[in-house]
C-alpha cells in the first residue's frame, strides 16, 4: 500500500498543478491546516485507502458574490457535492462571536441550498473517537454512490452491508430484521454468517449480542 505521507503529496501537488483559478492556487501553496491533514491521515485514509474525488480548499461563491474555501469538497461525480468542514473547538466554539456565529449559519444555509451535503467533524473527535469517524465517513460516502458488495453474499446479507454503510451507528438485530421484514432470530443467523466471515464485528454485548458494526 502506498504510504499516507507520499500519497498526500501527490495529491495535493496534483490539486495546485490542476487549479487554474489564481485565487484557490494561491490558497493551496500556503499548504494544508492540521485539522484538515489529520483527518486524511486518521479517518479517511484508513477508511478508504486513497484520497480519490476530495478537493481541499474548494472555491464557492457566497450570496455577497465573495469567495469562500471548503475545507474538503468531496466530489463524486453525476452532481453529487459532499462538503467536509473540520472544526477546532477554539474558532469555532470557545471563541466564537455573535457576528461569526450568524455567518456560519449563513455559510451553511447557503451551501445547502446550493445542493451540498454538509458534514462538520470536531478535531477532538478525530483525535478521540476515530473508529466514530471513520463509520460517519462510511455512511457519507454511502449517501453518494452505489456501493459495491462481495458477489459472494446473499441479497439479504448485501443489503445489510448496505444498511450498515448507510447509517453511522451500531445496528441490532431487531432494526436488520425490520430492514429486511424478517423474524429476529433469521436476523440473528444472517449476522452470525457475516461475524464469522470478519464482515461485520460486535459493538456491544456478551453473551447475547446487541448491536453490529462493519468492520473497518
Known sequence: MVKFEVLLEQWHQENILNEKKQRRREYLEKGLGHGTIEFLRSIWFPTFGNLNHLYPEWEVRDYNN??????LAYLPGNGAKGCIEIQGYGPH?????????????????LLALEGWT????????IKEEPELCQQLMLAFVGRFIS???????SSQEAEIIRYARRIPRPFSPIEIATHLNISDRHARRILQ??????IITVA?????????????
Not at 454468517?193 to 470478519?198: D, P
Open 93 to 109: 466554539a470557545r471563541d466564537i462571536n455573535v457576528t461569526r456565529f450568524k455567518d456560519l449559519c449563513w455559510r451553511h444555509s
Open 118 to 125: 454538509i458534514l462538520p467533524i470536531a478535531y477532538l473527535s
Open 66 to 71: 465573495n469567495y469562500r474555501y471548503l475545507d
Open 204 to 216: 456491544s454485548g456478551n453473551k447475547r449480542l446487541r448491536t453490529y458494526r462493519l468492520s473497518l
Open 193 to 198: 454468517r457475516l461475524l464469522n466471515e470478519n
Open 147 to 153: 456501493i459495491q458488495v462481495p458477489s459472494t453474499l
